[in-house]
């Protein structure tokens, strides 16, 4: 039988533990992918490239396109993203850009402007490592309707903070014609999730996400370049339940004891 008094701790931590979580979804609810597969880009979201032309976003869609929503003045998480996923193209082997696929970095602050594309652009194509045709990697910049049209479409839910935006970090594949066929979450990527992200745009097929799911249970091990299992990771989890599982058992069973007595 639990003591009272530890029974009140006990109640107590949990009660902290549910308000501090409840305060974090309170204030980050509206940060997050609400994953829309097989719907489409809206027709109507116009943006400029980094060289001033207006384009509209569907129409550009005119090939397998890989779409990295970021904002140009982010220090952190963004850079991570575009560095990620021009590493990732620089290890590319049977999928050419223009003939295959292109990339598009769409900012999602409406005070980005096509100059500071222009020079962004610069460094990530120099990312790469090897040769890659310009007009295949756009950098977008839109007002806010145009950036509220897109991202809602995709279920891209993002905030403007103190120190920028807190956003969530994803790429975003679409099928010819704007469909939306898959995410890739992270900041590192396998060239042979890309290939087949491509591919499976190219036959406008749509792909549940599951890798949220194996990034959590999975480590990416780059010596042997397989994925292997996180035993530790999982095992605190299982063990962290067990134990809360296990609290609220002799919370329940000692209510039940008392109230025959």
Request: aromatic fraction near 12%; hydrophobic fraction near 40%; charged fraction near 25%.
């Amino acid at each position: 039988m639990i003591k009272p008094g530890y029974g009140i701790f006990i109640i107590t931590l949990l009660f902290s533990v549910n308000t501090a979580s409840a305060e974090v979804r309170t204030h980050r609810a509206d940060i997050a992918v609400n994953e829309q597969l097989g719907r489409q880009i809206p027709a109507d979201a116009l943006f400029f490239d980094e060289n001033g032309r207006k384009i509209n976003l569907r129409d550009a869609i005119d090939k397998p396109s890989i779409i990295a929503p970021v904002y140009l003045g982010c220090m952190h998480v963004c850079p991570m993203l575009l560095t990620g996923l021009a590493d990732a193209l620089g290890k590319l082997e049977t999928v050419e850009p223009g003939k295959d696929f292109q990339v598009i970095a769409l900012s999602f602050d409406e005070m980005d402007t096509p100059t500071v594309a222009r020079d962004k652009k610069k460094n990530y194509l120099k990312a790469i490592g090897k040769p890659f045709p310009e007009e295949e990697w756009k950098f977008l910049t839109g007002d806010a309707e145009a950036i509220k049209r897109f991202t809602e479409s995709v279920g891209y839910r993002f905030q403007r903070d103190e120190h920028g935006f807190s956003h969530p970090v994803t790429l975003i594949v679409l099928a010819p014609g704007g469909k939306i066929v898959r995410y890739l979450y992270g900041t590192t990527f396998l060239p042979f999730d890309v290939t087949m992200a491509i591919t499976e745009a190219q036959e406008g097929k749509v792909v549940s996400t599951t890798r949220k799911v194996l990034r959590y249970c999975f480590s990416y091990d780059p010596l042997e370049q397989t994925y292997v299992f996180n035993i530790l990771k999982v095992l605190g989890t299982v063990i962290i339940v067990f134990v809360g599982a296990f609290f609220l058992y002799l919370m329940i069973s000692t209510r039940k004891k008392r109230g025959e007595t």
